[in-house]
Antibody, heavy 121, light 105 residues
Framework: EAQLVESGGGLVQPGGSLRLSCAAS????????MHWVRQTPEKGLEWVSG????????GSDDSVRGRFSISRDNVKNSLYLQMNSLRAEDTALYYC??????????????WGQGTMVTVSS | DIQTTQSPSSLSASVGDRVTITCRTS??????LHWYQQKPGKAPKLLIS???SLQSGVPPRFSGSGSGTDFTLTISSLQPEDSATYYC????????FGQGTKLEI
């Protein structure tokens, strides 16, 4: 069964850093683009960043550009999100998602259970 | 940026009803529109991709239509398990989600 499992969330002070991880299993991870999506009650679902099957950065939302960095390791079947200079407005549940394509942005057909990030002093 | 507007924001319907949710974009996105269902405490689940392609395992009472700027998700005969929040998502440009439609049965 295809599965995504996120980890690495937690409480961090404003200005701090956090690295999220996502472990993929049950499908050919190296064949698909991957993304991070976050969700809050106030703003709903927001696309954060995406990466192609061969580690090419697809794009990032304006709100995180220059602060967050997406990467992947196709040997370890893992996706990462390095988050620096965190702000209170980055507080959200972060989902790892699988694209239906290899290098673009299309529908997200597999989601993890999410990992919570709280930015607060 | 493309703006994605979903309506209604909430609705209440009865088992067996036919329900339609609308998603409108600020500019034409061809068929780069997808629909998700999210139940409380769970991750979103892809229902329909490319405006009208039903995902494997999704009941055929769900259908999608539209192209350009106007799209609809229709549930032909509501079931109790369809109680959820539904989101549209455009992926023509930097992907964005609609605000969601909370459906109560």
């Amino acid at each position: 069964e295809a599965q995504l499992v996120e980890s690495g969330g937690g409480l961090v002070q404003p200005g701090g850093s956090l690295r999220l991880s996502c472990a993929a299993s049950g499908f050919s991870f190296h064949d698909y683009a991957m993304h991070w999506v976050r969700q809050t009650p106030e703003k709903g679902l927001e696309w954060v960043s995406g990466i192609s099957w061969n580690n090419i950065h697809i794009g990032s939302d304006d709100s995180v550009r220059g602060r967050f960095s997406i990467s992947r390791d196709n040997v370890k079947n893992s996706l990462y999100l390095q988050m620096n200079s965190l702000r209170a407005e980055d507080t959200a549940l972060y989902y790892c998602t699988k694209d239906t394509t290899s290098s673009g942005i299309s529908a997200f057909d597999l989601w993890g259970q999410g990992t919570m990030v709280t930015v607060s002093s | 940026d493309i703006q994605t507007t979903q309506s209604p924001s909430s609705l209440s319907a009865s088992v067996g009803d036919r329900v339609t949710i609308t998603c409108r974009t600020s500019q034409s996105i061809s068929s780069y529109l997808h629909w998700y269902q999210q139940k409380p405490g769970k991750a979103p689940k892809l229902l329909i991709s490319g405006a009208s392609s039903l995902q494997s395992g999704v009941p055929p009472r769900f259908s999608g239509s539209g192209s350009g700027t106007d799209f609809t998700l229709t549930i032909s005969s509501l079931q109790p398990e369809d109680s959820a929040t539904y989101y549209c998502q455009e992926t023509y440009s930097s992907p964005s989600f609609g605000q969601g439609t909370k459906l109560e049965i």
